[in-house]
Nanobody, 127 residues
């Protein structure tokens, strides 16, 4: 089992920045690729970005590319989502997920492949 706890959400004005954190416990963190997803009521969970086990590979949804950055610190069992140039349409509950992968540089975009999830943190961007 892997337990995930997100933090760092809040209310921010358009154009502002936030950094989300996702702290993991329970298993060897470096065995897991991590992903950030977001969800608004009435819509499916949307992939925001992912990072490989080693942190050497990242990928982002087109909607956030160039504005968001994912990083991880395996010594601290934490993955981060640095969000900049925020827009009202970024408003959502942001969740991190963990999935075990055999290869170091695999990134998983499909939320159905993630067995472990945090409870989510609300991000609200005002116009």
């Amino acid at each position: 089992q892997v337990q995930l706890v997100e933090s760092g959400g809040g209310l921010v004005q358009a154009g502002g920045s936030l950094r989300l954190s996702c702290a993991a416990s329970g298993r060897t963190f470096s065995n897991y690729a991590m992903g950030w997803f977001r969800q608004v009521p009435g819509k499916e969970r949307e992939f925001v970005g992912g990072i490989s086990r080693s942190g050497g590979s990242t990928t982002y949804a087109d909607s956030v590319k160039g504005r968001f950055t994912i990083s991880r610190d395996n010594a601290k069992n934490t993955v981060y989502l640095q969000m900049g140039s925020l827009k009202p349409e970024d408003t959502a509950v942001y969740c991190c997920g963990a999935t075990s992968t055999l290869l170091q540089n695999i990134i998983v975009k499909d939320s159905r492949a993630y067995p472990y999830w945090g409870q989510g943190t609300q991000v609200t961007v005002s116009s």
